[in-house]
Every structure is written in C-alpha cells, then in structure tokens.
C-alpha cells in the first residue's frame, strides 16, 4: 500500500519545475505580447499546468483509482462551465454592468 | 489478504472489508470536499473574472499598490511547504516516525512565514487606506476615476486572501496535531490515511495561490519593478 505514490525523485523533480514555473510566471507577467489580454492567457496557462502537476503528483491522483480522476475532473469542468457561461454574457453584452 | 489478517488491524472499521477499501474510501470522500472547495473558492473566482473585465484599467492600477518581491517570496515559501507535506506524507506512508514528524512541523513552520509575511502586507493596506469601506478606502496614489473599481479590487483581494489564509489558519494546528501522532508511532506501512487526507487538503491551498498570485499580483505589465 505504501508503494502506490510517487518516488522521492519525481517528487523532487515536480517542486523544482513548480519552482522554475513560478520565475516563468515572474518574468512573463512584464513580456509585451502585443496585448494585454495575451499576458493573462500565458499567466493561467501556466498556472494551470502547475496545478495540475501538483494535483497529479503531490495529490497522488495519477496512483489512484480512476474514479478519482473523474470526481477531479468533475469538480474543475463545472468551474470552467461557470466561469465561461458567465463572462460569455459579459463579454457579448456590453451594456451588461454598465 | 485473508479475513482473519484483515480484521486483525486495529485500524479497520467494521464496515469495510479490507484497509486498502477503508483508505480508498477515505481518498473519494476527501476528493469530494475538495469539489465543494473548488465551488467555494470557484464564486470569488468568477466574481474576480466579473469585475475584471468591467474595470481593467482600475485593477492594474490597483493592483500597483502590492509588493510583487513578498508576493513572489510567499509563492516560493508555501511551494516549499507543499514539497515538505508531500515528504511527510511519504515518510508516514513508510512508518518513519520522527521524519514524518520533522517534514510535519517544517510545513507548519512554513505556514507560519506565510501567515506573517501577509499580516505584514495587510498592516500596510490598512495604513494606507486601501480596505474598502464608506469613508475608510481613500488611496494616495489611485487617481479618482479608477476609485470604483480599485475599491471593487481591494475587496476582491481582501475576501480571496483572507479565505485562502483563513484555510492556512485551520490547518496549521492540525498540522502539528499530525506531527504529535506520528511522532508516537500511530502511522505505519500499513495506515497513514489522516496524513495523507490532510495532505490533499493541503496541496489544494497550495492550489489556490498558485492562481491568486498572478491574478492580484502580477496584472499590470507596464509596472516598473
């Protein structure tokens, strides 16, 4: 039972990229992209990725049975549902809040 | 693993067969709190996403008046502490009582510097009159334009970071209630659940700042640093 996590090499391995990620996210916050929206794109996708190395990894979800994949999945599919719907909303209707 | 072997294990509780079917148990019901934490700290989210989108300009220009070097510093520090709750869960799962312990109080330690360097950046808001309020938000250096939505940012940064704190405060005395429990020898090969359920709890805080920092610290581009 105590064998199912990852190894201390992977686990080593996932903080220096969570590490080398952060000064990426550092260092791309002040880049000119040509627009800013582009640096908010490139801030969450890069926090995206950390997250899901340390949900994979430290949360031990890739050891686990796959019925916990699909609960994680779940629980982040209906937060993108929720963002997406709303601001889909917001975005078209520019009158909205005004 | 026979069924006399099995209920030998002072661990398993009646209704389950086995410790590996007690523990998965144990991992499905956690990963189902962390959904309804995901939802919980999802609202402020898409409130954020809201208000950004209708104030852009005055969020970056709020967003000056954070220290990038702390906030950078605090990311660093609770990464750090996310890598030393995994040791610990790893050194639970492996019965090694006094490392389980150690990496149990390092994350705890690390907790704490986190906690301290954000009372330090609370203090400066309130002395510059950056928490929101009827006649409390009043900003030197936010011009009168972006007021609203400057406001509508300090809200958002005080209600998202101190929920997140708020997380780290209930945690780190479990934290050192876990390091007491492993250091007398309660987990081994066979049992570390608790250590390993907290440790996902954990993690997910991790989570959280891992997307508060760009989204409050690191909005404005053209920032002189």
């Known amino acids: 039972m105590s064998n199912h996590g990852p190894s201390l090499k992977t686990y080593v391995a996932v903080f220096v990229a969570l590490l080398l990620l952060t000064m990426v996210t550092y260092s791309a916050a002040f880049m000119d992209f040509g627009s800013h929206r582009l640096n908010v794109v490139v801030a969450l996708g890069i926090a995206v990725v950390k997250a899901t190395l340390v949900v994979l990894f430290f949360m031990h979800v890739k050891y686990n049975e796959r019925l916990v994949s699909v609960f994680v999945v779940a629980g982040f599919a209906w937060l993108a549902l929720l963002i997406v719907g709303t601001l889909h909303d917001y975005w078209t209707r520019g009158w909205l809040g005004q | 693993m026979s069924e006399h072997a099995a209920a030998a294990h002072p661990r398993l509780q009646h209704h389950f067969d086995s410790l590996e079917q007690q523990k998965d148990a144990s991992v499905l019901g956690m990963w189902t709190f962390m959904v309804t934490e995901i939802m919980f700290f999802g609202g402020l989210f898409l409130v954020y996403a809201v208000y950004r989108v209708m104030y852009p300009e005055s969020f970056a220009v709020a967003s000056r008046?954070?220290?990038?070097?702390?906030?950078?510093?605090?990311?660093?520090?609770?990464?750090?502490?996310?890598?030393?709750?995994?040791?610990?869960?790893?050194?639970?799962?492996?019965?090694?009582?006094?490392?389980?312990?150690?990496?149990?109080?390092?994350?705890?330690?690390?907790?704490?510097?986190?906690?301290?360097?954000?009372?330090?950046?609370?203090?400066?808001?309130?002395?510059?009159?950056?928490?929101?309020?009827?006649?409390?938000?009043?900003?030197?250096?936010?011009?009168?334009?972006?007021?609203?939505?400057?406001?509508?940012?300090?809200?958002?940064?005080?209600?998202?970071?101190?929920?997140?704190?708020?997380?780290?405060?209930?945690?780190?005395?479990?934290?050192?209630?876990?390091?007491v429990s492993a250091y007398r020898g309660r987990f081994s090969r066979s049992y570390s659940t608790p250590v390993e359920m907290f440790g996902l709890y954990w993690h997910f805080v991790d989570i959280i700042w891992i997307f508060l920092f760009p989204l409050l610290y690191l909005i404005d581009p053209s920032r002189h640093h």
């Open chain 2, 65 to 179: 008046e954070l220290d990038i070097p702390l906030g950078l510093i605090n990311t660093i520090v609770l990464i750090g502490s996310s890598f030393t709750m995994a040791m610990g869960v790893r050194s639970a799962a492996f019965g090694r009582r006094r490392g389980a312990a150690l990496w149990l109080v390092l994350t705890a330690l690390l907790g704490l510097v986190f906690l301290g360097v954000k009372v330090g950046e609370y203090q400066h808001k309130f002395e510059h009159h950056l928490v929101p309020g009827e006649g409390r938000f009043a900003p030197d250096h936010i011009p009168a334009e972006h007021h609203r939505g400057a406001e509508a940012y300090f809200s958002l940064y005080f209600a998202m970071t101190g929920l997140h704190a708020t997380h780290m405060i209930i945690g780190i005395p479990i934290l050192l209630v876990l390091a």
